[in-house]
């Protein structure tokens, strides 16, 4: 009696092992994650990288990368030991786990993750595909067999016209294709990676994604036709916005007090993201544009931004006056064609830092600031909606955590 009672209470209350790759725009939608199935009184098993590990030092479970450290997470070994190394140590883990006294009962994979499937099968758990990024990007990556069989991918001279059979997704420009889509040359590992992880991302019992469904509704709507799909984002649980958990892989600064001087809406943030990297004179165009344009600003810049691993790029003087780019053409359409809260820096491929500054003003001038305002407090109004008690949201996660409690139960009877 004793063991089937525990047995319902597992099946109840299923036991979540969530395994982010290690970069930051993944492992911080993937502690959300974990702290919001926390909150519902689920067991989650967080699990880091040792590169993760060391840049955090938060931890409580870690395996090796299947690679040295000190590397560029980008395009080094560390993303080649991702596709080779990396799943026997994710293998070896969670048999471990499965021999504890509660073992998993759902594996949550990133989605470019190339072994969720393979792994989950094996010991008989839940496969869940988690995508951190928008979901048209998703859907761009789903369908790589359309955009080769119509060479706009995986050709040395690749088409320019309009792209406009992808489910989901209105008609698009290549210009607007991630960047690693826009390459000629597909043999790299990151390509191989991207490839494979979306076929084992079709295998998956479940996708979740870290959106709304009032942002995308095409390609979420789409995407739900071929698997079953559950929209739960943005996840940002309210009562642990006081950062309990730390996550930035780098070292950061407090500005609060610097900004608290500052007049609302008067100072620039500038980021690129967690993949992207530069040239330094790039970033040296950047830095004079920023300073050129006369505005407040903070700006985060990774360490590893130069992919030349030069430290000393930034203009002469410019601290003590202020004290490859992934997906980053596809947030571009969405921001600055779909939703209307920004602009383009520039039109050709190459930018001064004259036309820095002078974007940088258009934007914050009175005028332009103010519309963009309206637009983003028209989003934030969706968002809002989505996050409430009926919100799509908060509904989908409710049905995605039944969908997973009901193929759990039948996994048990099963094995």
């Not at 004793?2 to 502690?31: A, T, W």
């Not at 519902?40 to 690679?67: A, C, L, M, P, W």
């Not at 008989?124 to 789903?142: D, E, H, K, R």
Request: glycine share 6%; proline share 5%.
């Amino acid at each position: 009696m004793g063991e089937n009672q525990g047995d319902h209470q597992s099946l109840k209350k299923p036991h979540f092992i969530i395994i982010p790759p290690p970069f930051q725009g993944h492992i911080n939608p993937s502690v959300q994650l974990t702290l919001k199935l926390a909150s519902r009184g689920f067991t989650v098993t967080f699990v880091n990288t040792e590169f993760s590990h060391d840049q955090i030092r938060k931890s409580r479970k870690h395996i090796s990368n299947g690679e040295d450290d000190d590397d560029d997470i980008f395009a080094g070994s560390l993303c080649r030991g991702a596709y080779t190394c990396f799943p026997a140590h994710v293998d070896d883990l969670v048999g471990q786990l499965m021999d504890s006294d509660s073992p998993p009962t759902c594996l949550v994979a990133d989605s470019f993750s190339t072994w969720g499937s393979a792994i989950a099968w094996k010991h008989g758990l839940v496969n869940v595909s988690f995508w951190t990024q928008p979901a048209i990007v998703f859907m761009l990556y789903y369908h790589l067999d359309l955009l080769k069989k119509n060479g706009h991918y995986g050709s040395k001279v690749l088409r320019k016209d309009t792209i406009d059979y992808i489910p989901g997704v209105a008609a698009i420009e290549p210009r607007d294709l991630t960047s690693f889509l826009q390459e000629t040359d597909t043999s790299t590992v990151m390509h191989r990676l991207i490839e494979k992880a979306f076929k084992d991302a079709k295998n998956a019992d479940l996708i979740i994604m870290n959106t709304a469904e009032e942002l995308e509704p095409g390609p979420i709507s789409a995407l739900k036709e071929k698997h079953p799909t559950y929209a739960i984002g943005p996840i940002f649980p309210s009562h642990f916005t006081n950062r309990a958990v730390e996550m930035n892989l780098w070292s950061e600064s407090d500005c609060t007090r610097w900004l608290d001087t500052k007049p609302p809406g008067s100072v620039l943030y500038a980021s690129f993201g967690s993949f992207a990297h530069s040239n330094k004179e790039d970033i040296e165009t950047i830095a004079n544009g920023l300073l050129l344009s006369g505005v407040s600003f903070i700006w985060v810049l990774r360490p590893d931004i130069v992919s030349s691993k030069v430290k000393d790029f930034l203009p002469n003087g410019f601290q003590e006056n202020v004290g490859n780019k992934g997906d980053q053409t596809t947030n571009r359409k969405l921001v600055v064609d779909d939703w209307k809260i920004g602009i383009d820096l520039c039109k050709g491929k190459l930018v001064s830092s004259d036309e820095v500054a002078e974007r940088i003003k258009f934007v914050m001038s009175e005028e332009t600031s103010n519309e963009f305002r309206k637009n983003v407090i028209k989003l934030r109004k969706k968002l809002e909606n989505a996050l409430g008690r009926n919100g799509t949201s908060q509904m989908n996660f409710d049905k995605f955590v039944e969908d997973v409690k009901d193929r759990t139960e039948r996994r048990n009877k099963k094995f």
